[in-house]
């Protein structure tokens, strides 16, 4: 997993993880280029950003805010409705240009129809 720091917003160069007291936890590192340390020797420049505990969703929904995606466990069954409507939200606010409405709106149609057809017939 890659791409914006949800902390920073600076692009991630890869993440790691730290043990601390028995749980692990998911920094992002950003690679800040190379300096030059006593003696001439060089030196890689990291900044590093706490991202939180892993196993936590917490992090990973940071990096759906945008979309308002709270992301939840495998506990929850029901999570992928929740996605749907926090998704939906998010869409009917969004721009989008012709080619992506007209794809998402035959995409709804078609889940919209095998919905109906599995409450009982009716389409
Ligand atoms: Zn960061």
Redesign the pocket.
């Known amino acids: 997993m890659r791409g914006l ?1 949800p ?2 917003g ?1 692009p991630v160069s890869y993440y790691e993880r730290q043990r601390k007291g028995g749980r692990t936890y998911v920094v ?1 590192v ?1 690679y800040m280029g190379y300096d030059r340390g006593p003696g001439g020797r060089v030196r890689k420049r990291v900044r590093k ?1 706490y991202l939180g505990p892993l196993g936590g969703y917490e992090y990973v929904s940071r990096l759906h805010s945008r979309e308002g995606l709270v992301l939840k466990g495998l506990s929850e069954p029901w999570r992928a409705v929740d996605y749907l409507e926090a998704l939906a939200a998010y869409i009917s606010e969004a721009e989008l240009g012709g080619e992506e409405a007209l794809r998402l709106a035959e995409t709804l149609e078609a889940i919209a129809k095998a919905l109906r057809i599995r409450a009982g017939g009716r389409s």
Do not use: D, L, V
Request: net charge positive; charged share 15%; hydrophobic share 15%.
């Open positions: 720091c902390r920073c600076s992002a950003h950003c």
